[in-house]
């Protein structure tokens, strides 16, 4: 099993730009998260889904859009980068959402200029 | 408003030694909480995490206490290894709806051999 992959591992982007973040899980997890862990701030939730076509809103949603087409991937979007989205995501999944431990993936750091 | 803090950025105890790390929550609806582990360049690994209705959960070389009059947990690692040296985030489950964990900032943890 490879877990939860992510990809891309890194990426640089100009403001204004526009970019998608791809997550998997071979776990056949029905929950799936999108965080974003910034310096002395832990990780905060972006987006969240209970299952494959839902998508739910977490802490620090604005400017980011989520889609879970199929049960085994969870896509994250940011429409116009900016120099605030500049952060490391990481995406996690869990068999349900009822504080089941949760398995994270390496992470995506972002840079916006 | 962080609900969920650890007050100490960072730990350094030598080899052997116990390592005690600390969490305070402001949430009085959190019922079950967790501790993860995180490796630079990789995403959080889950270690440990306690029912509301307990008050100790052990693990190995691992046990987390809970003191709900105090709302606070703590991460005692006996004895302390080289290999222990990492980041701990304290995280903690709501039953707010959002199924999804609320993370303190982090701890981190240096083992000196």
């Known amino acids: 099993n490879a877990g939860v992959t992510q990809t891309p591992k890194f990426r640089v982007l100009k403001t204004g730009q526009s970019m998608t973040l791809l997550c998997a899980q071979d776990?056949?997890?029905?929950?799936m998260y999108w965080y974003r862990q910034d310096p002395g701030m832990g990780l905060r939730l972006i987006h969240y889904?209970?299952?494959?076509?839902?998508?739910a809103k977490g802490e620090v949603p604005d400017g980011y859009n989520v889609s879970r087409l199929k049960k085994q991937n969870f896509l994250l979007g940011l429409e116009s980068a900016a120099p605030s989205q500049t952060s490391v995501y990481f995406c996690?999944?869990?068999?349900?959402?009822?504080?089941?431990?949760?398995?994270f993936g390496p992470g995506t750091r972002l840079t916006v200029t | 408003d962080q609900q969920v803090k650890q007050n100490s950025p960072s730990l350094s105890v030598q080899e052997g030694r116990i390592s005690i790390l600390n969490c305070d929550y402001t949430?009085?609806?959190?019922?079950?909480f967790l501790w993860y582990k995180k490796y630079p360049a990789e995403g959080p690994t889950f270690l440990i995490s306690?029912?509301?209705?307990?008050d100790k959960n052990e693990d190995g070389r691992f046990t987390v206490f809970l003191n709900k009059s105090a709302k606070h947990l703590s991460l005692h690692i006996v004895p302390s290894q080289p290999g222990d040296s990492a980041v701990y985030f304290c995280?903690?489950?709501?039953?707010?709806?959002?199924?999804?964990?609320?993370f303190g900032s982090g701890t981190r943890l240096q083992v000196q051999p």
């Open positions: 776990m056949n997890h029905e929950y």
């Open positions: 996690a999944s869990s068999y349900d959402g009822l504080g089941d431990e949760q398995y």
């Open positions: 995280a903690a489950r709501g039953d707010t709806g959002r199924r999804a964990l609320t």
């Open positions: 949430n009085s609806m959190f019922d079950y």
């Open positions: 889904s209970v299952g494959e076509g839902t998508t």
């Open positions: 306690i029912s509301s209705i307990k």
